[in-house]
């Protein structure tokens, strides 16, 4: 499995901005869904945005929330996907979760299709 780590959680205002980055090592996939998900206490897990590593260009996803104030990117030399958050808000406040799943996102807003975790990072967001 590959495996993962978070870095770059932390307390912001409302308003401020926060890179969180994913650090992959292990096995590597040809085709790569890479996702972040969050967790609020007491709630699943909630796809926050993937991008699909295939073998000619990578796409992709956001969740309706995030849209137009997150951007995932992936960088290729260092083996990292990045999670930009702009425009944070109180309510994005949560643990922050970088995934990795074999094949395709088609089922990215699904944790459980993913086989590999990080251990989370949190991100509070307050007013």
């Known amino acids: 499995q590959v495996q993962l780590v978070e870095s770059g959680g932390g307390s912001v205002q409302t308003g401020g901005s926060l890179r969180l980055s994913c650090a992959a090592s292990g096995p590597h996939y040809d085709r790569t869904c890479m996702a972040w998900f969050r967790q609020f206490p007491g709630k699943e897990r909630e796809g926050v945005a993937a991008?699909?590593?295939?073998?000619?260009?990578?796409?992709?996803y956001y969740g309706d929330s995030v849209e137009g104030r997150f951007t995932i990117s992936e960088d290729n030399a260092k083996n990292t996907i990045d999670l930009q958050m702009n425009s944070l808000k109180p309510e994005d406040t949560a643990i922050y979760y970088c995934?990795?799943?074999?094949?395709?996102?088609?089922?990215?807003?699904?944790?459980?299709?993913?086989?590999?975790w990080g251990q989370g990072t949190q991100v509070t967001v307050s007013s």
């Open positions: 991008v699909f590593r295939g073998n000619l260009h990578s796409t992709s």
């Open positions: 995934a990795a799943a074999s094949g395709g996102c088609m089922w990215w807003t699904r944790p459980s299709a993913f086989q590999s």
